[in-house]
């Protein structure tokens, strides 16, 4: 069974700056079923990033995705006040079908 | 548009049962699998499982066998989530999910809160 763990917990950061949210993968997992979400109080989970890298609809280009093996990334390059929330990495393995969740990062404004 | 709506909150009382709807609309219920993510308060989210929307199959994720049951109707593009013996540890936000074919989870409902309480 696949473990992602997700670091740091918390990162405090001011807008404008750059944040880097890490997700490790406990063994290799392919990169087309790496998937990034954001969660604000209140609100459903939001996709940002498919297959590690490809951006959900609608998503701008300040996030960011990359990564392969076991060391996934998600990179804000600019933040911007709406961005501070959870956010978590998502596998799914497919023999089964699975999914696991990271635990989450939370972006806090510093 | 794609949307996934859930029905409202429950309060229950321990050793009652609950069950949760997610209608969804905008597109072909029957193309895309259904899965469901609980998030308990100030938790992170867990995935419990999914159900095939052509077959009516379940899958259930470790720690979520004995008293979930997932089901459709598929004549109102309704999945439900049952949940019969509620324990106080059952508290939480419930989601359907829409499940893309490489596992992302692309609409997602508005989420249920189902809170257990004598």
């Known amino acids: 069974e696949i473990v992602l763990t997700q670091s740091p917990g918390t990162l405090s950061l001011s807008p404008g700056e750059r944040a880097t949210l890490s997700c490790r993968a406990s063994q290799s997992v392919s990169s087309s079923y790496l998937a990034w979400y954001q969660q604000k109080p209140g609100q459903s989970p939001r996709p940002l990033i498919y297959g590690a890298s490809s951006r959900a609809t609608g998503i701008p280009d300040r996030f960011s995705g990359s990564g392969s093996g076991t060391d996934f990334t998600l990179t804000i390059s600019r933040l911007e006040p709406e961005d501070f929330a959870v956010y978590y990495c998502?596998?799914?393995?497919?023999?089964?079908?699975?999914?696991?969740f990271g635990q989450g990062t939370r972006l806090e404004i510093k | 548009q794609v949307q996934l709506v859930q029905s409202g909150s429950e309060l229950k009382k321990p050793g009652a049962s609950v069950k949760v709807s997610c209608k969804a609309s905008g597109y072909t219920f029957t193309d895309y699998a259904m899965n469901w993510v609980r998030q308990a308060p100030g938790q992170g989210l867990e995935w419990m499982g999914w159900i095939n929307i052509n077959t009516g199959n379940p899958t259930y994720a470790q720690g979520f066998t004995g008293h979930f049951v997932f089901s459709l109707d598929t004549s109102v593009s309704t999945a439900y989530l049952q949940i019969s013996s509620l324990q106080a540890d059952d508290t939480a936000v419930y989601y359907c999910?829409?499940?893309?074919?490489?596992?992302?989870?692309?609409?997602w409902g508005q989420g249920t809160l189902v809170t257990v309480s004598s």
């Open positions: 999910a829409r499940r893309l074919g490489a596992g992302g989870l692309d609409f």
């Open positions: 998502q596998h799914y393995g497919s023999s089964p079908p699975r999914i696991t």
